[in-house]
């Protein structure tokens, strides 16, 4: 599910943050208090060495992904994935993930979408997945309906756009319009194929899977030579390998950057000593208070609302996620401000990080 999200505008202490879950609390929600334990979610948190997330044992860890991160990258994205590929199939086993992103680009010309787009090359034990995303230049999720008079538009866009990839890595998939939502299926119904991401208009992410390993290496380079030559913002994504594997990998291109990502179970309060511990430039969330915006807005439209903390080297934040908008658009941040106690501002979170 894609959501509207909002966020403080200025940074916070930690009490700061405890003080907002008190004021939820106080109008009959039910936060998180310091001493609850929470999941916590780490990214971004650049590294030097495996060894360096040794710094997080004194907390339960999952989803322990190392990212090798290229910027501006000008590379041939075959040989990349190939060298991946080959060290991955050394290494696999049931449990490990390896997927490789680079930037495509929609050729058609587009009004209500990025054409900057994303595709992810992956491999799991026993199979490889192409996934390709679209961006919209507004989030507009499902049961609103600002962007009704325009659905049409949406809707050929997003079409066309699918079409360009589907058409480029050679994919059996079909590209429909039914009840006026966009859906796309596979010619084989067999064939392990998933959409998600969705907003207003239907799906903004396709996965196809195929159990050969090598099919979509070739076609995967075809797409993403669609961006050129622009210099390409690339990484690639590793879970569940040991740490000579992960130097393995790491060798293929030594000049990387090297961050993780993962979740950590842990009680409210320590948060601090997990940001301590993932500067300068880690970036933590967890979740403060969950509810549906009715208890609040009794004459409302009925809403999800996560309100989370969010850490970085610049100290604590709020962020606010609604599923829809309550309230008309001219409403919104005045009521947001008044449910927190601090301007926030509109912050769409990035698509393709």
Known sequence: MRERRWETTTPLAFDQVLAVGERLGALGLKPSVPARDVI?????W????????????????????????????RGDFFLLAGAYHTVYQRYQDVGTYCSISHPWRV????????????LWLGFRHAHSFIRVRLQTNEVITPGETRGDAERVQWLEERRTAFLEAITLLELPVETLV?????????????????????????????????????????????LAATSSPEPAGVRAYLTGFSEDALLDFHAIEPTSRSVYRCSV???????????????????????????QTQELLPDGGDASAIIGVVGSGAGFGIEIRLNKAPLSEEMMIGWLERLIGHSVVYAPLPAFV
């Not at 916590?40 to 971004?44: D, G, Q, R, S």
């Not at 006026?180 to 396709?206: H, T």
């Not at 196809?208 to 390993?213: G, L, P, V």
């Open 40 to 44: 916590c979610y780490v990214e971004e």
């Open 46 to 73: 650049t590294v030097k060495a495996p060894e360096d997330f040794d710094q997080l044992d004194a907390w339960s860890t999952e989803d322990v992904t190392l990212i090798h991160v290229r910027e501006g990258w």
């Open 265 to 291: 179970h842990c009680p409210l309060d320590d948060l601090p000593e997990i940001r301590s511990a993932i500067e300068p430039d880690g970036r933590l969330y967890a979740t403060l208070c969950e509810f």
């Open 178 to 222: 039914e009840q006026q939502q966009l859906v796309l299926r596979p010619v084989d119904p067999s064939v392990p194929f998933f959409c998600s991401w969705p907003d207003a208009f239907g799906p903004c992410q396709v996965e196809y899977n195929t159990a050969d390993a090598y099919e979509f290496l070739v076609p995967a380079s075809k």
């Open 107 to 118: 050729c058609d010309p587009l009004r209500l979408h990025d054409p900057r787009s994303m």
